[in-house]
């Protein structure tokens, strides 16, 4: 007899495949294939289930732990604990909601099952999908390594013998090189095939559970399919290059040509359902501006204040503006002071150790948004004095260091209405704008050229794009604030369209994020800033 026929029960009909359901009038067993073949018989009336669930189910319930000669035939929700008809009449579960523990076994079951087929054919998937592309990679670098040693020979001989020396150490810092992009890929496909296995562990174990009548196994499972689905990030690596100048036989080491180091950066994908993490509640009437000092902290810009909050809403400090005014925009160095700027009286003003200093006073223009640059300088959005012209201008200190006005034919870069435009440089020094009056995104390259407009995804035709605040991340996305319809757009460095945060918004206004790519929402009318994860 084969031993396989003790664990597995087979189709009544067919008598090869694992029964999957039963009929109930016909009291006969029956997997998936010959369920229809079963049902073509008309002269009989039928009622197909699942064979787990069939009345003739036998369970194997547990033994109470206060009453050892009971049984558990009971679930109580409140406590979420299998239960037996003494502990019910004693009234310690007086009040709770008690349901039949068959029925809990059979929508457990029924999770479990949808858990497993996510994992089968969703999840497990796209682990493999990652796996293949780093093994493609694999040999990609292989290839291309090969070339950058191809190079150096070829640089090698022609300069024969006096070079050898030098192509020999080239090669060897080839080599190394090579050597840790791989330990990298490796490490990377260890740590992938790692999740694999855990998956398929997970996998038999889930198998196990809905294969076996121990309650005790079913009632204790929890689902890791969230973990699961939380994918590795992809590993991108730049490529090392070789150059190869014009011989100079005096500074042959120099004129060789250096390799470069291997770059490594980390690609985070987006979530498939961003997060609120954190509410701070800034206590304004009105919110419009948020920028980060820490992962934690945040200054705020409401009315003629300006707050420093921490995620528990708790204020820090308060600072009011030089001239009493309302500040129209706020910013932080890379110093961690703070940068605000002052539509009324002209000037752009620095706050150390809560002491404001005026930096810049302007002359026929007003300086309406502003932020900080990878330089340490200062990116500000300014309108003239006849509010008839808008520009950014870049600052070095308190001297300025370009003026970004017209494109390429003389035509004005930005909207001349609409006042709000929010602005904000990307990783590679791009100068992206909320531009509200022209209902885009203008961005320009760091010279002032322009690059793209984004006027709102192309499907949506209903919705007009009004875009608010705007900031950029270590991945180099765009991301700005639809504030009339209360969403998030997320595009990349080149304007393509990736996708929204909803996260229940409320008017959208001012954005930034940390250093962890943490997203900080100031929302207008509920004076909230909202915390989300995205990546």
Known sequence: MDPRAQDVLLCDLCETDPLQYCCEHCDINLCTDCVSKHLSDSSKKHKIASYHLHKKFTPKYLKCLKHVEKDCEMYCESCHIPVCSTCISSGKHKGHDISDILEKLGSKKQRIQKDLEELEKKIYPRYTDISSAVQTEKAEVETNYGKLATTADQQGEVWHREVTAIVNKRKADIVEIKTKHLSLLDKHADEITHRMTEINQVILEMKNILDTNDISLTSTYKSRNNEF?????????????????????????????????????????LLDEPRVTATIDTGYKYLTNVSCLSEDQVWTRGENTMKLLNLQSKLLTSIQTKSGDTPTDIAVTRDGDLVYTDYHDNTINLIKNKQIQTVITLQGWRPLYVCCTAANGLLVTMISDDDKQYKVVRYSGSTEKQSIQFDD???????????????????????????????????????????????????????????????????????????????????????QFLRYIHCHLRRPRGLCVDIRDNLFVAEFNTAKVKKIQYL
């Not at 070789?242 to 005096?250: K, V």
Request: charged share 15%; aromatic share 8%; net charge neutral.
């Open 229 to 269: 689905n939380k994918l590795p990030p992809t590993i991108k690596v730049t490529l090392p290059s070789l150059s190869t100048p014009a011989i100079n036989t005096e500074t042959l080491n120099e004129m060789f040509g250096s390799l470069t180091s291997l770059y490594v950066t980390t690609v985070k994908p």
């Open 409 to 495: 034919q003389g035509s004005p870069l930005y909207s001349s209405g609409g006042y709000i435009k929010y602005l904000s440089e990307n990783k590679n020094l791009d100068i992206c704008v909320a531009d509200y009056g022209a209902r885009a995104v203008v961005v320009v390259n760091q010279s002032g050229k322009l690059r793209f407009r984004y006027t709102g995804h192309p499907s949506n035709t209903k919705q007009s794009f009004n875009p608010y605040g705007i900031t950029t991340d270590s991945q180099s996305h765009i991301l700005t604030a639809d504030c009339d319809n209360h969403r998030i757009h997320i595009l990349d460095q080149d304007g």
